[in-house]
């Protein structure tokens, strides 16, 4: 017998005109992708806020440039779960559905997902670090960095003379105007926006859920813990995202 609550949420999603699904990096969990305020943690003791900053690129670009291509190699063989499987059908069987992400693992993409608004840009894209517009898909190639891995290798030069960054939204920096533009358009005008994975923490991509709700759409969190959020949300669905999102499918 489903829960009276993801019955809920089915019911709605199959009746709305619009729906908005927001992810964070705990839709990635399960495909081995670690998480940024988990407990598996990152390689290093550093936390995200010392290494996705410019700032932190401009005091060691070396370091960071190596943070990243360790997450791309992690990414690499990571596999889209059934959580991102789900998203990529519901964007093609679904009347009217916006996927918005966090995540720049690119993971998403692989499942088969192509409307998608990534909020924070791309792991897997690099551009150059002065600004000179130069953008490339191939960020360098892999290593075994890790403890006692690869050794590092500095960013590669641009051609300008600058280095390449990796293409992804830094702590202190403005996400791209055009992307959050649609996703709160996305989030005001849509029936149900399901928030799955993320712990609400990261503005302004956090201020979507509020959005959401004063549009008047049904806020669903989907999460395997509470976070900043579950006291607002209309429904909360708990568990794994690659159970529950499946498990609504089924329903909706
Ligand atoms: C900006 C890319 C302004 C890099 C990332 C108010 C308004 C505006 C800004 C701010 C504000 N207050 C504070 C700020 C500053 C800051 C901010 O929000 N700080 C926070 C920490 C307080 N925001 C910014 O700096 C943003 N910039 O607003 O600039 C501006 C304007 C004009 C001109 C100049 C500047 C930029 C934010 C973007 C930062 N970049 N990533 C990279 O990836 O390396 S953010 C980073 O955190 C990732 O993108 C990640 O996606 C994001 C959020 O984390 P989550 O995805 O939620 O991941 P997390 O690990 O935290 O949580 C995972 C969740 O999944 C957990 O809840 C867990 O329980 C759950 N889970 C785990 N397993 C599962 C699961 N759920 C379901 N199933 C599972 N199996
Ligand atoms: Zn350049």
Partial sequence: MPDARLTR??????AARSVVAMTGAGISAESGV??????????????PSDLATPEAFARD???????????????????????????ARFEKNLPQFQLVTQNVDGLHQR?????????????????????CGRLTEEPGQGCLAGPGGAP????????????????????????????????IE??????????????????PAA????????????VVE????????????DVVLRGPAADVLPALEALA
Avoid: K, M
């Fill in 186 to 203: 996305a989030a005001r005008v849509c029936d149900v926006l399901l928030v799955v994975g993320t712990s609400a923490v990261v503005y």
């Fill in 61 to 87: 670009p070396r370091l960071v440039w190596e943070w990243y291509r360790w997450r791309r190699d992690l990414i690499r063989v990571a596999h889209p779960n059934p959580g991102h499987l789900v998203l």
């Fill in 9 to 14: 949420v089915a019911t709605c999603v199959r």
């Fill in 152 to 183: 590092a290798v500095d960013p590669p030069a641009c051609a300008c003379g600058s280095l390449l960054r990796p293409d992804v939204v830094w702590f202190g920096e403005a996400l791209d105007p055009r992307h959050i533009t649609r996703a």
């Fill in 222 to 233: 989907l999460n395997i813990e509470d976070t900043p959020l579950t006291a607002e949300a």
């Fill in 111 to 131: 499942a088969g997902s192509h409307t998608l608004i990534e909020l924070h840009g791309n792991i897997w894209r690099a551009r150059c670090a002065a600004g």
């Fill in 207 to 218: 201020a979507l859920p509020r959005i959401a709700r004063q549009g008047g759409a049904l």
């Fill in 34 to 47: 670690p998480t940024f305020r988990g407990s598996a943690g990152l390689w290093r003791s550093f936390s």
